[in-house]
């Protein structure tokens, strides 16, 4: 399985850091806000690794670090291979994650590969199936990665992108006891853009945004808006 896009240069995507991101293919969710659409799908052209390996090579010293995103990363089997081939060349590595392969994460953990995870917290359990697009899904793996996050010594993030059709009061209220503990969460204004699966979906208004903040900032240390 091979990455199926790439961008070459991020401010945005590893905190404080200059970062090259890999797409994954495919993902297990159908998130209908999702901004990667191809990639989620698996409708974009596979990136042969050793031409990846050889751009990385090209930018030791220029970037920090890169970041393992998706699709799901942790669908694919040849992720850890991946990472430490990228890691040997002395780059930071994130990972983000919807959260579903807690085994996949743990090992990872362990293994001393991981130097930051950014992982997807969509909605309260009860909305949770909706807003991913799944008929059916289980939670508790993703209940277990919160956990493995919480208790890991290394950097991380929870983030949630908010949409006026899938984000209530009431949801947001319940969010809270699927995140309590964690000390940083940001609330993303979701942008209706090319590649999105589900055309014609809106943004919360910042004060809305703000007032979801307010919410769980009584489960999260820290809560911030990213976008407004």
Same mark, same amino acid.
């Given at each position: 399985?091979?990455?199926?896009?790439?961008?070459?240069?991020?401010?945005?995507?590893?905190?404080?850091?200059?970062?090259?991101?890999?797409?994954?293919?495919?993902?297990?969710?159908?998130?209908?806000?999702?901004?990667?659409?191809?990639?989620?799908?698996?409708?974009?052209?596979?990136?042969?690794?050793?031409?990846?390996?050889?751009?990385?090579?090209?930018?030791?010293?220029?970037?920090?670090?890169?970041?393992?995103?998706?699709?799901?990363?942790?669908?694919?089997? &040849?992720?850890?291979?991946? !990472? =430490?081939?990228? *890691? $040997? +060349?002395?780059?930071?590595?994130?990972? @983000?994650?919807? /959260?579903?392969?807690?085994?996949?994460?743990?090992?990872?953990?362990?293994?001393?590969?991981?130097?930051?995870?950014?992982?997807?917290?969509?909605?309260?359990?009860?909305?949770?199936?909706?807003?991913?697009?799944?008929?059916?899904?289980?939670?508790?793996?993703?209940?277990?990665?919160?956990?493995?996050?919480?208790?890991?010594?290394?950097?991380?993030?929870?983030?949630?992108?908010?949409?006026?059709?899938?984000?209530?009061?009431?949801?947001?209220? &319940?969010?809270?006891?699927? !995140? =309590?503990?964690? *000390? $940083? +969460?940001?609330?993303?204004?979701?942008? @209706?853009?090319? /590649?999105?699966?589900?055309?014609?979906?809106?943004?919360?208004?910042?004060?809305?945004?703000?007032?979801?903040?307010?919410?769980?900032?009584?489960?999260?240390?820290?809560?911030?808006?990213?976008?407004?």
């Amino acid at each position: 399985m091979e990455f199926v896009g790439i961008d070459k240069f991020s401010l945005l995507d590893y905190e404080e850091k200059v970062s090259v991101v890999l797409f994954s293919p495919a993902c297990n969710f159908r998130c209908p806000f999702c901004h990667n659409g191809d990639s989620v799908l698996n409708s974009n052209t596979p990136i042969p690794f050793k031409d990846i390996l050889s751009f990385l090579k090209s930018r030791v010293g220029l970037i920090d670090a890169v970041v393992f995103t998706g699709g799901e990363p942790t669908m694919m089997p &040849e992720l850890e291979e991946r !990472i =430490r081939e990228v *890691k $040997k +060349l002395g780059f930071l590595i994130k990972l @983000d994650t919807n /959260g579903t392969h807690p085994t996949v994460l743990q090992h990872l953990l362990d293994e001393g590969l991981l130097d930051y995870v950014a992982m997807d917290i969509k909605n309260s359990e009860k909305e949770y199936a909706k807003t991913t697009g799944c008929k059916v899904l289980n939670l508790e793996n993703i209940k277990k990665s919160i956990k493995i996050l919480l208790n890991s010594p290394i950097s991380s993030e929870f983030r949630t992108t908010l949409v006026k059709e899938f984000h209530t009061t009431e949801s947001i209220k &319940e969010m809270c006891d699927l !995140i =309590r503990g964690a *000390k $940083k +969460l940001y609330l993303q204004k979701f942008v @209706d853009r090319e /590649g999105v699966i589900q055309k014609g979906l809106h943004d919360i208004s910042i004060e809305e945004a703000n007032s979801f903040k307010d919410i769980l900032s009584e489960a999260v240390t820290n809560v911030e808006l990213r976008g407004y």
